[in-house]
């Protein structure tokens, strides 16, 4: 980590704990080497109504004053929590919560004397563009097709031709397959087509049992979508419904009709579906083991690069159930889609189950592994579980019933090996008449399992559920498969309990570990950079890219497989957590893999839906914090308020964002493409284009998507998408005082402030934060969000708003409102944004020609704006 020598830190000089935390706070500055990454956090962010804990590691052993800043300036402060030794990484760790601050921000940075956490941003969309990041990654994987330039754009990231590539292994070039594969030598004399798929990991093997629960992971992701019991997002928050549509995630089949997310795993299924033995032939209707070359390439190599042979590995029992049980997912899922397909899917499912009856132990020898990894399972008795389950939940044929009721469930987690618990989730999540009673028993199975898991997150010092024992290869995929059933559970209970462990869990891969070090190519300030691919290999070479955002590195592994890891990480395994080295070479600790994305890929969908409107039920409360901070330095109140006093606080102040746009200008229009802003196609007519060197969203697409999504002059989300917002707060119980913290605080972002005043109306209650931001400006024009915030406890029922300018400042188009008047302005609620339940936001935006040089920022009123 960076070291940074302060010589002073100067006192806040607050007022309640001024002699205490001043002092502190000096003593610990003086010629102390300040740590950059402590406290740890999650470097992307946090969402405003859900957990925020951060982990400050110290020899301390009693609590210690912390503050949050903005900018320079506190907006939050308190004391940490001693928690004691975490036993995984040896550390001596105190927790810090900062789940009463819910105003939103981005450039904030914890500290604790002279310590300071790497900035985060709190917003409902802090982990939206991760989500598609996260997703993007199978196509940048794909196999048998090029990567074009304009699909090569992600959640966070642009188009780059850097990352875009020739197709691999169509026997073009140097390639030797994979349109025509040969068995491995003296073991069939037939070849496959089998050009589809997605390359595993950091080499280009193919294989099924891993390619089976990833796909499945994406599929259920799917699935959850449409069966999900606890939809609690909420109008104008993000849904995964709305999420994973036809042209969300931009990608060659954008615009066929059909969900972007379905059509890349259909990718993957074709694979699948093409590896199984061909009727006719010896064990028709079994599935080949994998597909790989015949002898170990070294990096840096591009798939088209590739010049060894490949060939296809033995059939196994393993890999025939695992085609079994995602032909008939697939099934199911495409039966209203693509009927043709559906049934492709299930016949070939119902083939391989078949043949794995008569071949019920043909295990994989582990004799083919030269040029590949193994992926040997010698126990398929789960497999068939999974694969009867499925099976039964898509056909109802009772001959599958014997399978899952003679098999006992005894995992509390699962993988690539381990396929029990993917047969329980389907069970439990998908519903039929034939399965109710399985159903019912499956949740309370799913229920009882993350339990085991919350009590082990919070037993750990950085609230991970895993045991000392469980840091092996590929610890983070253990991470991220234990919290998909932890989220299954609140699905199936409500009990916020079992969201918040998902939230904390994500924060652990993203930056909240003792490495202070986000797991996520590009998901931070200190990330994975160097992860073990064949292809994203710009750390040998600069010829070839560094990683994309969003691919999650394999995690902590205290086996120490390969030479690197063991003779750069010698000693570690007494604490298994700290088992880790950003090393290309370090394949054992820093691979990447099909079946390590997906998961994470799933909690973020589940995550960003659960932040839209959902309100804090279960903090932990393990630090304390002051809820109202007077600074004397600037003379103005700085208040933090959760969601569930916001009734009890409202009087007396109420919270204030004020925020500058980037300097980057936007002109015009523009697309929020469900959280992430894209260009409007200028030429392109329908779907997704490539313009100017940048990937665009015609018109036509992008004013298809539901509200609040669609065309927008604005940045979408909050004032953390901008370049220094802050989080400040004005006390109407000293009116100089604020007037004076307002002045500040407009110097110190260039004239960029929020207000709100009274409800001209007197019959109507004030209970919202009403605020206006400036999004972006020109030469003579300028977009502006306002946001209405529910502080109260009871349900708004229409809403309406009221400005004027001084400055001869005019609008010209607005949206997401029905806006009247020539200044002074009205705005009034459209037929599905008027009701905002406690603790929801609702935002529409305006778009303008400016009065002056600078975009003047209006006093706003209305019927339920706090004053």
């Given at each position: 980590m960076k070291k940074k020598t302060f010589s002073c830190l100067p006192a806040y000089g607050l007022k309640k704990l001024s002699t205490l935390i001043s002092a502190a706070l000096m003593v610990s500055a003086i010629n102390v080497q300040a740590e950059e990454g402590n406290p740890r956090v999650n470097q992307i962010g946090y969402f405003p109504n859900s957990p925020k804990i951060a982990v400050y590691k110290t020899t301390s052993t009693s609590a210690q004053p912390w503050q949050l800043t903005q900018n320079g300036v506190t907006v939050a402060s308190g004391l940490t929590a001693p928690y004691g030794v975490d036993a995984a990484s040896g550390d001596n760790v105190h927790r810090i919560d900062l789940t009463s601050v819910t105003a939103n921000g981005d450039g904030l940075v914890l500290k604790v004397g002279a310590d300071a956490s790497y900035p985060f941003r709190i917003s409902t969309t802090a982990l939206n563009g991760a989500f598609y990041d996260a997703l993007k990654y199978?196509?940048?994987?794909?196999?048998?097709?090029?990567?074009?330039?304009?699909?090569?754009?992600?959640?966070?990231?642009?188009?780059?031709?850097?990352?875009?590539?020739?197709?691999?292994?169509?026997?073009?070039?140097?390639?030797?397959?994979?349109?025509?594969?040969?068995?491995?030598?003296?073991?069939?004399?037939?070849?496959?087509?089998?050009?589809?798929?997605?390359?595993?990991?950091?080499?280009?093997?193919?294989?099924?049992?891993?390619?089976g629960i990833s796909v499945w992971t994406l599929l259920n992701l799917h699935e959850r979508s449409l069966y999900s019991n606890n939809d609690i997002s909420t109008v104008g928050a993000f849904k995964l419904s709305n999420a994973l549509i036809d042209n969300s995630l931009n990608i060659p089949e954008s615009g066929n009709g059909v969900s972007d997310l379905l059509d890349e795993a259909r990718w993957q299924l074709e694979f699948l579906l093409a590896m199984q033995v061909p009727a006719g032939q010896a064990k028709a209707g079994m599935v080949h083991h994998k597909v790989h070359d015949v002898g170990w390439t070294g990096l840096p190599l591009a798939p088209h690069e590739d010049g060894q042979q490949r060939a296809l590995v033995p059939p196994s029992t393993a890999a025939?159930?695992?085609?079994?049980?995602?032909?008939?997912?697939?099934a199911r899922i495409w039966k209203n889609i693509d009927a043709a397909f559906a049934a492709t899917c299930l016949t070939a499912a119902e083939r391989a189950w078949t043949a794995a009856q008569t071949n019920p132990a043909d295990i994989y020898s582990g004799n083919?592994?030269?040029?590949?990894?193994?992926?040997?399972?010698?126990?398929?008795?789960?497999?068939?579980?999974?694969?009867?389950?499925?099976?039964?939940?898509?056909?109802?044929?009772?001959?599958?019933?014997?399978?899952?009721?003679?098999?006992?469930?005894?995992?509390?987690?699962?993988?690539?090996?381990?396929?029990?618990?993917?047969?329980?989730?389907s069970l439990a999540l998908v519903p039929t008449d034939y399965t109710s009673s399985l159903r019912t028993a499956a949740k309370q199975k799913i229920i009882s399992i993350a339990d085991i898991h919350l009590a082990t997150q919070n037993q750990s010092g950085y609230l991970v559920p895993l045991s000392n024992k469980e840091f092996y290869w590929g610890s983070n995929s253990g991470v991220t498969n234990k919290l998909m059933l932890v989220g299954l559970a609140y699905d199936f209970t409500g009990n916020a309990s079992y969201a918040e462990g998902v939230i904390k869990g994500l924060d652990y891969l993203l930056g909240r570990n003792t490495l202070s070090t986000s797991f996520v190519t590009g998901a931070g300030t200190k990330t994975v950079t160097q992860p073990h691919h064949r292809f994203w290999a710009g750390a040998l070479n600069a010829s070839y890219p560094w990683a994309p955002p969003g691919a999650l590195s394999g995690g902590p592994n205290a086996g120490l497989e390969d030479d690197v890891s063991a003779s750069r990480l010698s000693g570690c395994t007494s604490k298994p957590a700290t088992c880790w080295i950003d090393s290309i070479d370090a394949w054992s600790t820093n691979e990447i893999t099909i079946n390590w994305n997906a998961p994470y890929a799933w909690?973020?969908?589940?995550?960003?839906?659960?932040?839209?409107?959902?309100?804090?039920?279960?903090?932990?409360?393990?630090s304390s914090s002051s809820s109202v901070i007077r600074s004397s330095s600037?003379?103005?109140?700085?208040?933090?308020?959760?969601?569930?006093?916001?009734?009890?606080?409202?009087?007396?102040?109420?919270?204030?964002?004020?925020?500058?746009?980037?300097?980057?200008?936007?002109?015009?229009?523009?697309?929020?493409?469900?959280?992430?802003?894209?260009?409007?196609?200028?030429?392109?007519?329908?779907?997704?284009?490539?313009?100017?060197?940048?990937?665009?969203?015609?018109?036509?697409?992008?004013?298809?998507?539901p509200a609040p999504f669609g065309i927008v002059g604005t940045t979408p989300g909050s004032a953390s998408t901008s370049s220094a917002s802050s989080i400040a707060a004005t006390s109407s119980a000293n009116s100089t005082a604020s007037r004076s913290s307002s002045s500040a605080i407009?110097?110190?972002?260039?004239?960029?402030?929020?207000?709100?005043?009274?409800?001209?109306?007197?019959?109507?209650?004030?209970?919202?934060?009403?605020?206006?931001?400036?999004?972006?400006?020109?030469?003579?024009?300028?977009?502006?969000?306002?946001?209405?915030?529910?502080?109260?406890?009871?349900?708004?029922?229409?809403?309406?708003?009221?400005?004027?300018?001084?400055?001869?400042?005019?609008?010209?188009?607005?949206?997401?409102?029905?806006?009247s008047g020539s200044n002074p302005y009205s705005a009034t609620n459209l037929s599905w944004n008027g009701t905002l339940s406690p603790g929801q936001t609702i935002e529409f935006g305006v778009q303008g020609s400016k009065g002056s040089s600078a975009a003047q920022i209006p006093v706003l009123s209305g019927n339920v704006c706090q004053p």
């Open positions: 199978f196509y940048h994987n794909r196999s048998g097709i090029a990567i074009e330039i304009p699909y090569t754009a992600g959640g966070t990231y642009t188009a780059n031709s850097k990352w875009a590539r020739p197709a691999g292994h169509l026997n073009a070039g140097a390639n030797k397959g994979d349109n025509n594969v040969p068995c491995w030598t003296g073991t069939c004399n037939y070849s496959l087509n089998v050009t589809k798929g997605w390359y595993d990991a950091g080499d280009h093997g193919k294989y099924v049992v891993n390619g025939t159930l695992n085609v079994a049980a995602t032909g008939a997912q697939c083919y592994d030269n040029g590949g990894g193994g992926y040997g399972d010698k126990t398929v008795a789960d497999d068939f579980y999974w694969a009867a389950a499925e099976l039964y939940i898509t056909t109802g044929n009772s001959k599958y019933l014997s399978t899952i009721n003679n098999y006992t469930i005894t995992r509390t987690d699962f993988s690539w090996a381990d396929t029990e618990l993917p047969g329980l989730i909690l973020l969908g589940f995550a960003n839906e659960y932040a839209g409107g959902t309100t804090q039920t279960n903090s932990s409360g393990s600037s003379a103005s109140s700085i208040a933090t308020t959760s969601s569930r006093s916001s009734a009890a606080t409202s009087s007396s102040s109420s919270s204030v964002i004020s925020s500058r746009s980037s300097s980057s200008v936007v002109s015009g229009l523009q697309c929020n493409w469900y959280g992430t802003l894209y260009p409007l196609c200028v030429t392109t007519m329908n779907g997704w284009g490539y313009e100017n060197n940048k990937s665009c969203i015609s018109r036509s697409t992008c004013a298809a998507q407009r110097s110190s972002v260039s004239s960029a402030v929020l207000s709100s005043s009274r409800s001209s109306s007197s019959s109507v209650i004030a209970v919202a934060n009403c605020q206006y931001v400036i999004s972006n400006e020109w030469n003579n024009g300028f977009t502006a969000a306002i946001r209405i915030k529910n502080n109260g406890t009871s349900v708004i029922n229409g809403w309406n708003l009221n400005w004027n300018f001084t400055d001869g400042s005019r609008i010209t188009s607005s949206w997401n409102a029905t806006l």
